[in-house]
Nanobody, 118 residues
C-alpha cells in the first residue's frame, strides 16, 4: 500500500522560505508523477506543483516563480522549495502520486501545516 509522509511545514513570516519533503513507499516511485497539493479548511484540495518522471514541471499560477518541485528517485522523495511566501500560501500541504493520465492515488498522508503570518 502506498504511503506518503510529509514534513517540513511550520510558521514563517511573509517573504520567508520553507522546504517541504515527502517520503514515499509502496510504489515504484520512478514510474510515477509526483505532486504537491494544498488545502485550507472548508475548501477543496488544490494542485500546487507536479513533476513528471522526465522532470517536466507544472505549477499553479499562484506559485509560479516562487515554488520549485524536485524529486530524488533513489530516495523516493519529492521536495517543494517555497520562497517568498505569502499569507495566502497558508494551508496543509500534501503530496501524492499518479501514473500518466490517471488521477492521484486514494491514499493521502497526514500533510504538513504551513502558516505564513507576521
Amino acid at each position: 500500500q502506498v504511503q506518503f509522509v510529509e514534513s517540513g511545514g511550520g510558521l514563517v513570516q511573509p517573504g520567508g522560505s520553507l522546504r517541504l519533503s515527502c517520503a514515499v513507499s509502496g510504489i515504484d516511485f520512478s514510474s510515477y508523477y509526483m505532486s504537491w497539493y494544498r488545502q485550507v479548511p472548508g475548501k477543496s484540495r488544490n494542485l500546487v506543483a507536479r513533476i513528471s518522471t522526465g522532470r517536466a514541471t507544472y505549477y499553479a499560477e499562484s506559485v509560479k516563480g516562487r515554488f520549485a518541485i524536485s524529486r530524488n528517485d533513489a530516495k523516493s522523495t519529492v521536495v517543494l522549495q517555497m520562497n517568498n511566501l505569502k499569507p495566502e500560501d497558508t494551508a496543509v500541504y500534501y503530496c501524492n502520486a499518479n501514473l500518466p493520465s490517471t488521477p492521484p492515488t486514494d491514499s493521502w498522508g497526514q500533510g504538513t501545516q504551513v502558516t505564513v503570518s507576521s
